[in-house]
């Protein structure tokens, strides 16, 4: 269905997120479906293996989107139920939802103004003033969150897991965001996000054991996935 215009003003508006579609994505897509394996296969395979090199080595586990990641990142940290957890007031829903669907309590800290990251200061003092398990800051708008943040929950024995949703690609001090000296990094490839396949998501972390974790976490415990299975030489049995 083509857009209405009603003014002028709205012919000249650029859109918010039109995604780039070129036939080489077409025809990588056409691969796919005609490959017979249409999920957690091959091309998820070297998604992760591309994503690993781009981010500068850390392991990486793709998901079905940046909430599961997030949600993958609170479940390895397993926090007692109803202790806090600290989030920027700027961001999406997804931050506190994830933080409320681990059982806890989404913990509201507010923002620079110039940068629309979370403060370190008012984290400062929600650390010192809440019971807070964690800490869930975000890169808005591909602008990484000043480093005083990482130092402030480090002095406070606090864990970090980065919502990335929009810093692929973004860097700090000549290092890509990517979940390095944190728990985990957790980006989006939802439509209009800088890279997309339509909807997903990836968790990047140095921490080999949460790696692990991560990848049997996404497939409800099972130890291998099914492309590991029935791939040539693979075996279908699988422990959960």
Known sequence: MEPVVTSDLDAEQIDFARPSITDDDVAAVQRVLRSGWLTTGEECELLENELSAYLGGPHVAAVSSCT???EIGLAWLD???????????????????AAHRAGAVPVLVDVDPETLNIDPHSLERALATREIGAVIPVHFAGVPVSPDVRTVCENAGVPVLEDAAHALGASEGGEMVNGRGVVGACYSFYVTKNLTCGEGGALATWDTDFADFARSYRLHGLDRDAWSRYRPGGKATYDI
């Open 79 to 97: 926090l007692p139920a109803g202790i806090g957890v600290a989030v920027p007031t700027w961001t999406f829903a997804a931050t506190g939802l």
């Open 68 to 70: 599961a990641a997030l």
